[in-house]
């Protein structure tokens, strides 16, 4: 469930005179207040939608609404308000959905690096994640280095998405020994049959 709605808020007070009133029909002063509306999802402010302004007669004490307003109060508090901005953290709920997109998109391309610097420089206890072609993923874990070779242990569990794979990476997975030459191991991340490096 997603809880949203829209909340006004208090912007200014200030006062306008020489105005007929609609109502006592007097030349009097006006003290006016403007509140901007702005939408929320889970009280969370994301963007506004629009200024309401309301008068008070200060012989009468009637208060209009800004569709009541005659011209010329509607022309004297448009030219005391001036060009008003809405306050920036009403867009708090966009900078954090931006700040979380651009948070992933970094995230995204360091991992990105990390697995180009790992598979270029294995280290022992480096777990790849790799795609087995039909639809299953596994993993397998690098046991010892040498000159031109790498041990691995390969895990005997598969999952059918990614996300799940760290629900296998368990040692008592790791049973059968491979050996390939590192060659080979870069060759199997640039064809993608090694998507992640996780190196703890």
Same mark, same amino acid.
């Given at each position: 469930?997603?809880?949203?709605?829209?909340?006004?808020?208090?912007?200014?007070?200030?006062?306008?005179?020489?105005?007929?009133?609609?109502?006592?029909?007097?030349?009097?002063?006006?003290?006016?207040?403007?509140?901007?509306?702005?939408?929320?999802?889970?009280?969370?402010?994301?963007?506004?939608?629009?200024?309401?302004?309301?008068?008070?007669?200060?012989?009468?004490?009637?208060?209009?609404?800004?569709?009541?307003?005659?011209?010329?109060?509607?022309?004297?508090?448009?030219?005391?308000?001036?060009?008003? $901005? $809405?306050?920036?953290?009403?867009?708090?709920?966009?900078?954090?959905?931006?700040?979380?997109?651009?948070?992933?998109?970094?995230?995204?391309?360091?991992?990105?690096?990390?697995?180009?610097?790992?598979?270029?420089?294995?280290?022992?206890?480096?777990?790849?994640?790799?795609?087995?072609?039909?639809?299953?993923? $596994?993993?397998?874990?690098?046991?010892?280095?040498?000159?031109?070779?790498?041990?691995?242990? *390969?895990?005997?569990?598969?999952?059918?998405?990614?996300?799940?794979?760290?629900?296998?990476?368990?040692?008592?997975?790791?049973? &059968?020994?491979?050996?390939?030459?590192?060659? &080979?191991?870069?060759? *199997?991340?640039?064809?993608?049959?090694?998507?992640?490096?996780?190196?703890?």
């Amino acid at each position: 469930m997603i809880f949203y709605g829209t909340k006004s808020k208090h912007i200014k007070n200030d006062r306008i005179n020489n105005v007929d009133c609609p109502d006592c029909n007097a030349t009097v002063s006006m003290n006016y207040s403007l509140y901007e509306k702005y939408a929320h999802i889970y009280w969370i402010p994301f963007f506004p939608i629009k200024k309401l302004t309301f008068a008070e007669c200060n012989s009468c004490k009637k208060t209009f609404e800004q569709k009541e307003f005659s011209p010329t109060i509607k022309q004297k508090i448009q030219h005391s308000i001036g060009r008003i $901005s $809405s306050p920036l953290w009403m867009y708090s709920g966009i900078f954090i959905i931006a700040g979380l997109f651009l948070f992933g998109m970094y995230s995204t391309v360091q991992k990105g690096k990390d697995n180009i610097s790992y598979i270029e420089s294995p280290k022992i206890g480096d777990v790849y994640s790799i795609d087995n072609a039909n639809g299953f993923y $596994s993993t397998m874990k690098l046991t010892e280095i040498s000159k031109d070779s790498l041990t691995l242990l *390969l895990n005997d569990m598969e999952v059918d998405k990614k996300t799940g794979i760290d629900k296998i990476d368990l040692e008592k997975n790791y049973r &059968d020994k491979k050996i390939i030459a590192k060659k &080979d191991l870069q060759k *199997l991340f640039k064809e993608n049959k090694i998507y992640e490096v996780v190196r703890h």
